[in-house]
């Protein structure tokens, strides 16, 4: 199956193969058609009783493997067989619903024909590496037409996300990543669609940077960096500033309900490089 040869499966199939049977590899027939882009192989085996929604030992289903791949057609042809967008695997390392596999992976053709068959995205949270909703999963990757299309179908940009383990004090919102990581554009993006620079950004200041190590400035890895942005102003200007962005706070300035100096109201001359990792240096 792995090797797509037709006859030989329509010969097993003769004979009675089992569809839902695992190989040593935890995947099913169609799973295996499914991400190595077989389009005949899968509506083959669909054709003959294949199940589309099989859970593996693993707990993933044909539409992750196929959404994780980029296989746009394969996952059209699943989708209209019944395939369920919204079921999260159960795969304990990767605990994803396929809209997610899809981002995280940047298939932007796959994501557009997940959300058109109905994929939500304001499901709660998964468990484990799962724990980011599909927006600020596009922000971190820095995907902004991902994002975008994810706003246009009702992804909150105020969301906050629960962390890892319900006991996490780790919640970020899709502003918050943008600032951290330095992107102009995806940041007007989410003030243009109603991201709120006055909503607290971190019930835990800078605790993500630090714990993930992605501010390499050892001032920003030191007590006294991370509790110089207070608990009750954590907001998205307050980090922004923090991040020492001038055009991202102008931005954010913008749209702020709060009072704001008068010199973060005008535009600096050009906007920063946008940086996967922000830079901090110390606050005089």
Not at 21 to 35: R, V
Not at 150 to 160: I, M, Q, S, T, Y
Request: with cysteine; aromatic share 8%; hydrophobic share 40%.
């Amino acid at each position: 199956m792995r090797f797509g040869h037709e006859q030989a499966v329509r010969n097993f199939l003769a004979q009675g193969a089992g569809l839902e049977s695992e190989d040593p590899f935890g995947k099913t027939p169609l799973m295996w058609a499914a991400q190595r882009d077989q389009l005949t192989m899968v509506k083959l085996l669909l054709a003959n009783g294949a199940k589309v929604s099989t859970l593996s030992s693993r707990g993933v289903t044909a539409l992750d493997w196929a959404s994780q791949a980029g296989h746009v057609e394969i996952v059209k042809a699943l989708l209209e067989t019944g395939a369920n967008p919204n079921t999260p695997s159960r795969d304990l390392e990767n605990p994803q619903t396929p809209l997610k596999r899809a981002v995280r992976s940047g298939h932007q053709l796959v994501v557009e024909t997940l959300l058109r068959y109905g994929a939500r995205t304001d499901l709660p949270a998964e468990r484990g590496h799962g724990f980011l909703p599909p927006l600020i999963l596009a922000v971190v990757s820095g995907n902004l037409p991902i994002a975008e299309m994810l706003l246009a179908h009702g992804a909150d940009p105020n969301e906050v996300s629960a962390g890892q383990r319900s006991t996490s004090r780790v919640k970020i919102t899709p502003l918050y990543a943008a600032i951290f990581t330095h992107q102009v554009e995806m940041t007007r993006l989410l003030l243009a669609h109603g991201a709120n620079p006055d909503q607290q950004q971190l019930e835990d200041p800078l605790y993500w940077a630090v714990m993930h190590k992605w501010v390499r400035d050892p001032f920003c890895q030191s007590i006294e960096g991370v509790t110089r942005v207070k608990f009750g102003d954590a907001t998205a200007l307050a980090m922004a500033r923090l991040f020492r962005n001038p055009y991202i706070v102008y931005l954010l300035a913008q749209y702020s309900k709060t009072t704001v100096p008068p010199e973060e109201m005008k535009a600096p001359p050009n906007p920063m490089p946008e940086e996967r990792f922000p830079y901090c240096q110390q606050v005089n």
